[in-house]
């Protein structure tokens, strides 16, 4: 029995199982994670033809980018329409040159041909075959450059006023374009009518008018027409007179005539022996007093 209890347990000497202890990053964790913000509502955005989600927080920097963006494919459209009138004009600037030139020396070659036009042909080739020959080869090929040169002035005078025409064409068309957006109803009939109003109002010839091709000029016109119209009509309501609102005039109401007591003139039998009936008790009444 003794070996039975020479090392017995004591309740304080009993090992407690060990518990798992948490990893502090896992608290960490746990506990920042309910203090996340949350999530932002997504919205969808186009780009180029594709659609995409982003956070809502950046809709703002987005449009401020788009706007960049639409304002520099602005600029840059403007700069190559300015290049491109640029490189326009400086082609035409070196056309004209070049036709000027060939002017002058359309017209040089004019004054050498007048030179050989003072030669006496049938003197010199006497006196000198030779010389005669000579001087007659050159005036042929000076009078065949002279003619080809005017031909090839001519052509390209030609060809100078019909690009002329067809670019005054297509202005014109576009400027009606931004008419008919600008201007309400836009017709020929407003055009027609504000020609005759420019005629008018401020002396301009219907040739200098109808010549027109900037459609700002158009436009300005159009609203000065339109407002002079308004002027005319608020000087017109103005100096016309107020009429005073009628007065409405007061009825009266007929006087309702008094009862005849003329038992002659009463034909109504009840209503005869009424009055009859209170003229003899008013009798009555005064024979008592």
């Known amino acids: 029995m003794e070996d039975d209890v020479t090392n017995p347990v004591m309740d304080n000497d009993v090992v407690q199982p060990e518990v798992a202890a948490t990893p502090e990053a896992e608290i960490e964790t746990d506990a920042g994670e309910e203090n996340l913000d949350p999530v932002d509502e997504d919205i969808e955005v186009e780009r180029e033809g594709k659609k995409y989600r982003v956070p809502k927080a950046l809709e703002k920097e987005l449009m ?6 639409r304002k520099t494919q602005t600029l840059a459209d403007d700069r190559r329409a300015f290049e491109a009138q640029q490189a326009q004009f400086k082609q035409h600037t070196e056309a004209q040159h070049a036709f000027i030139q060939d002017v002058a020396k359309l017209h040089a070659m004019q004054d050498q041909l007048a030179q050989f036009e003072k030669i006496d042909w049938n003197t010199l080739e006497q006196s000198n075959p030779q010389e005669a ?14 003619e080809q040169t005017g031909r090839d002035l001519s052509q390209r005078q030609q060809q100078r006023q019909l690009d002329e025409q067809q670019e005054t064409a297509k202005r014109i068309e576009q400027g009606r374009a931004k008419l008919a957006e600008r201007i309400p109803n836009w017709s020929e009939d407003t055009a027609a009518k504000l020609v005759d109003y420019g005629a008018k109002e401020f002396g301009f010839t219907r040739d200098e008018l109808s010549g027109i091709v900037d459609p700002r000029a158009v436009e300005t016109l159009y609203w000065a027409k339109f407002g002079k119209e308004q002027y005319t009509k608020q000087r017109t309501a103005a100096s016309k007179p107020q009429q ?4 409405p005039v007061p009825t009266v109401a007929a006087k309702r005539p008094a009862p005849t007591t003329n038992l002659y003139a009463i034909t109504d039998p009840d209503k005869w022996a009424e009055v009859r009936n209170k003229q003899e008790a008013a009798k009555r009444n005064a024979n008592r007093r």
């Open 244 to 247: 005073p609102e009628p007065v």
């Open 64 to 69: 401020l980018n788009a706007d960049y963006t």
């Open 133 to 146: 020959n000579r001087l007659w080869r050159q005036r042929t090929l000076l009078k065949d450059q002279f």
